[in-house]
């Protein structure tokens, strides 16, 4: 009997390196005890929703008219896209309307309904590295390539390296601001630049870039850093973001895309981004959290606690000697390999594990000789995580 072959172009061993260690440490888990394993591997918030959002989970449950749980625009509700429109609004210092914006499932499907809208066979997406895993397989499903572009040292935009990269195949350039695995904020003069030369490429090739800026962790900032905005500055700019970090609620899968106004075919884009969500199978954002969000979006959740367990860890990982870029918004510190052991972030990773410290390696996110440490865990668990860190800093046999 012959048996079903898989598609050549998926293999499940790319799958996300994220998702390998957190699945690897349940099992962990259960062999040596939950507090005896030190997961720092998945991007899980752990505090709670604001109360805004708990109080808008029961109100809306609680509806029981007719028609409640039927279909709506694949668009979304009116008054979610509105909402949003107001919220993206804000942070873009850019008028919004509810035409200009599509409600999807998480920022994931978001991604993947702009790249099926704009890309074709062989068109290039450009990304700085580090950058999330799954940004490869998002533009490969549509038969695009991803160009990974080394950032500067201190994790800014290469923008010169980025400019020699730009040709004619080039669809969009994709920004993860703050950062996942850095933490790093582009700056107002980085985005500046950036928008500069992406504007002088489009005119001399005749083909204006989209720039695609992936926000989830935008509110998630710390020591009064802030998210500069883009619209004003690039007219072809999309923003993708999700409510699964800011509001703790990445089961439920809300997301949305806002496109720029000023961009000259707007009301095309919203509408092939419409049409994408329907034909990728996600049909519509799910509607029970399109009426959450649309009545708790601008609750005010408290991040006191990430600033404290990234100071936490920072000063564990100095007393182990590991060097790390200090983050300057959302959870993760992007840690340095030692030196002992070549850049090799994988076989690190694998030397923690020893000690029960579970982290993803650097290379999965394009940065070889780095592994990323996700801080949205229990304090307890930083706290008691510094003997194993001083032990396997010190072991490196």
Request: with cysteine; glycine share 8%.
């Amino acid at each position: 009997m012959i048996a079903p072959k898989i598609r050549q172009t998926i293999n499940s061993k790319g799958a996300s390196v994220i998702r390998k260690m957190f699945e690897e440490g349940i099992q962990l888990k259960k062999q040596y005890g939950e507090d005896s394993v030190f997961d720092f591997s998945l991007g899980n918030p752990d505090l709670d929703p604001p109360r805004e959002v708990l109080d808008a989970i029961v109100e809306v449950a609680q509806d029981t008219s007719h028609g409640c749980h039927g279909y709506m625009p694949n668009a979304g509700y009116s008054e979610t896209r509105q909402a949003m429109a107001e919220k993206v609004g804000g942070e873009q210092q850019t008028k919004l309307e509810e035409k200009n914006v599509v409600m999807t499932v998480g920022a994931a499907s978001a991604l993947n309904c702009v790249f099926k809208a704009i890309l074709s066979e062989g068109d290039e997406v450009i990304v700085p590295a580090p950058f999330f895993a799954e940004y490869r397989h998002y533009v490969s499903n549509f038969g695009g390539k991803l160009v990974e572009v080394p950032a500067e040292k201190d994790f800014s935009l290469n923008i010169c390296g980025i400019e020699k990269v730009l040709s004619e195949k080039t669809a969009a350039v994709l920004i993860n601001t703050p950062n996942n695995p850095t933490g790093k904020i582009y700056s107002e003069a980085e985005i500046s630049s950036l928008t500069a030369v992406l504007k002088k490429h489009g005119t001399a090739c005749g083909r204006m870039p989209y720039l695609v800026c992936d926000e989830p962790y935008r509110a998630i900032v710390y020591d009064g850093a802030e998210v500069p905005p883009v619209f004003p500055k690039y007219e072809n700019s999309v923003v993708v973001s999700s409510f699964a970090k800011d509001l703790s609620i990445p089961g439920e899968r809300i997301g949305y895309i806002a496109v720029n106004p000023a961009c000259e075919d707007a009301e095309e884009f919203i509408s092939a981004c419409t049409f994408c969500l329907r034909t990728l199978g996600c049909v519509n954002a799910p509607a029970f959290f399109q009426k959450v969000v649309a009545k708790s979006w601008n609750a005010k959740a408290d991040y006191s606690s990430y600033a404290h367990r990234r100071d936490l860890l920072m000063k564990i990982l100095d007393k182990a000697g590991l060097e790390y870029f200090r983050p300057q918004g959302a959870f993760y510190l992007f840690v340095k390999v030692p030196e002992v052991w070549k850049e090799d972030d994988s076989a690190f990773c694998d030397h923690l594990k020893k000690f029960l410290i579970l982290s993803a390696p650097g290379g999965g996110f394009g940065k070889k000789g780095y592994f990323r440490l996700a801080y949205c865990v229990s304090e307890k668990t930083i706290i008691n995580s510094e003997k194993a860190f001083i032990q396997a800093a010190k072991n490196q046999e």
